[in-house]
């Protein structure tokens, strides 16, 4: 194996590898987010879009290269060499094994590479995802306390206007009562004084009555006296 196919068959291993620490159950997207978002990604986040696509480029080129291997060795003209050339037969069935190792390498290298972007990718997705349903579990639960709050506010509410109503219809009934007491007082008061204005009318009457006997008692006093000085002027 050449050096170049050394190093895509460890890159593979490292993919490999990578790619199952990604998929380890028990390390929650937070924690990988935590991870992404450590100081010295940030400081490499400017050279990986660049290092992304020239790694995609190598091994487009590999991967072609590999078909092109493929492709040589498995067509005719090196199978009737081979035939011809008994000699030849297992080098030329090395090299398409070797050939074909290269493809599958190099294919899986590719595969793995845009695997590992798009879960590092969907990784940070969850993670945000996962905060935002926490932010909005936290509004959704302030809501639900702050609807709980205003339903408790128009329950006690609901019970002071009931208090209220009860209250305001007991004061009803009672200045109903009160009223009702005052105008049997008024008509009480009404008639003691219509009784007094009769009494009153009477004695007014019952004072003129004496008032005209006294004087036809006077009349009747001077006329006794004028005839008693007319008496006693006579016998003198």
């Given amino acids: 194996m050449t050096l170049q196919w050394t190093a895509v068959a460890f890159f593979l291993y490292a993919e490999i590898v990578v790619n199952l620490i990604l998929c380890i159950p028990f390390i929650s997207a937070q924690r990988w987010r935590s991870v992404f978002n450590w100081r010295i990604w940030s400081w490499l986040s400017s050279y990986w879009n660049k290092c992304f696509f020239a790694m995609i480029m190598a091994l487009i080129i590999l991967f072609i290269d590999a078909v092109r ?4 060795y498995s067509g005719s003209e090196p199978m009737q060499d081979a035939k011809a050339n008994p000699n030849l037969y297992d080098h030329v069935y090395m090299k398409l094994f070797r050939a074909q190792r290269n ?3 190099c294919g899986f290298s590719l595969f793995l590479w845009l695997i590992m972007r798009r879960v590092v990718t969907l990784l940070n997705q969850v993670a945000v995802t996962v905060e935002n349903s926490a932010g909005l579990q936290v509004q959704m639960d302030s809501a639900f306390k702050a609807a709980k709050k205003h339903q408790e506010d128009n329950q006690l509410l609901k019970e002071a206007l009931l208090e209220g109503e009860k209250s305001m219809s007991a004061t009803k009934q009672q200045l109903k009562l009160e009223a009702e007491k005052l105008a049997g007082q008024l008509k009480a008061a009404e008639d003691a004084v219509r009784k007094s204005n009769a009494e009153v009318e009477a ?4 004072a003129k009555g ?3 006997e006294y004087d036809r008692l006077l ?3 001077h006329q006794l006296q004028n005839l008693q000085t007319a008496e006693d002027k006579k016998d003198q």
């Fill in 203 to 206: 004695m007014r009457r019952q």
């Fill in 210 to 212: 004496l008032a005209q």
């Fill in 69 to 72: 291997e493929v492709q040589k």
């Fill in 103 to 105: 493809l599958y390498i």
């Fill in 219 to 221: 009349t009747e006093h």
